[in-house]
């Protein structure tokens, strides 16, 4: 996997969740933030499209949990 899109990931999940742990845990669940709810769930995904100028699918949008499995599907998209 593409460290460069992890990093990404990573960078625009804290800019929403504002939770270290993100940056600092290699799989980082996001369903262990304080903040993550529904919206900052599409906020991630919505600064992650506008990173990589493309749309979530639906089946996308609820298909992930962890750092790894959001960059996977990140990645496949590119």
Known sequence: MDQNVINDVKRLAFEV??????MTEENFN???AEKMDSVNR????????K???????????????????????VEKKM
């Open 42 to 49: 599409v906020a991630i995904l919505v600064a992650i499209e």
């Open 17 to 22: 969740l504002k939770d270290e742990r993100i």
């Open 51 to 73: 990173e990589y100028d493309f749309i979530f699918k639906l089946k996308e949008i609820s298909s992930w949990n962890t750092v790894m499995e959001l960059a996977e599907i």
């Open 30 to 32: 996001f369903m262990d």
